[in-house]
């Protein structure tokens, strides 16, 4: 069965610094991916998604992620955090095909705290 | 990006009464919608998923006569939570896929907090 997981529960890093979120999947075959943010009793928003092709993807906000598929990893990133950054962040594994097709797969969720 | 909204964004009720949530695509059609449930601190799980001209696939675990789901044109998924009790309380969002290059991708509404009393 596919998973998602995010070792990191909760991240704090000052304004300006750069941000690296973790996210690893278990998935028998290539899969859609995605990174999502949740603002508090907001819904979700794509910040950016990798379904073939470069494996360094770009996404709105100044974020970007990088597929490596050697390590069941697709890490988000960002050189310089913004206050405006603090929110939760959830990486997600979506399916190609099948009777799953565009079900998604939650990781447990990154909440993220950004000191001034 | 595609728009999906949700109504209504907030709902208190009483124990025993029936809700229901609308979830629509605003600028596109979907033959397919999901809905998710959300705990405090927790990530989203996928309840089911809801098929325009036909039945709602059920995730297991979720009882489909409490959760009914209507996919009644190819704009608009409800979500009827029944007999509503207080371990029902809890943030329900949909989700709908828009077709894009390589794949869907699944865009989300913003939200529906439950308070059952």
């Known amino acids: 069965a596919q998973s998602v997981t995010q070792p990191d529960i909760h991240i704090t890093v000052s304004e300006g610094a750069s941000l690296e979120l973790r996210c690893n999947y278990s998935y028998g075959a290539t899969p859609y991916l995605f990174w999502y943010v949740q603002s508090p009793g907001q819904g979700l928003q794509l910040l950016l998604k990798?379904?073939?092709?470069?494996?360094l993807v770009q996404g709105i906000k100044g974020f970007e992620a990088e597929f490596k598929r050697s390590q069941s990893s697709f890490n988000l990133r960002k050189p310089s955090v913004h206050w405006s950054d603090a929110a939760e962040y959830f990486c997600a594994v979506g399916y190609a095909g099948g009777t799953s097709y565009g079900k998604l797969t939650f990781g447990q969720g990154t909440i993220l705290t950004v000191h001034p | 990006g595609a728009v999906v909204s949700q109504h209504p964004s907030r709902v208190i009720c009483k124990s025993g009464t029936s809700v229901k949530i609308e979830c629509r695509s605003l600028d596109f059609q979907a033959t397919t919608m999901f809905w998710y449930r959300q705990f405090p601190k927790k990530s989203l799980m996928l309840m089911a998923t809801s098929n325009e001209g036909s039945k709602a696939t059920y995730e297991q675990g979720v009882e489909k006569d409490k959760f009914l789901i209507n996919h009644a044109s190819l704009t608009l998924s409800t979500l009827t939570v029944t007999s509503a009790h207080p371990e029902d309380s809890s943030f329900y969002i949909c989700s709908a896929p828009s077709r894009g290059s390589g794949g869907n991708t699944q865009y989300f509404g913003p939200g529906t907090r439950l308070t059952v009393l």
């Open positions: 990798y379904f073939s092709g470069d494996t």
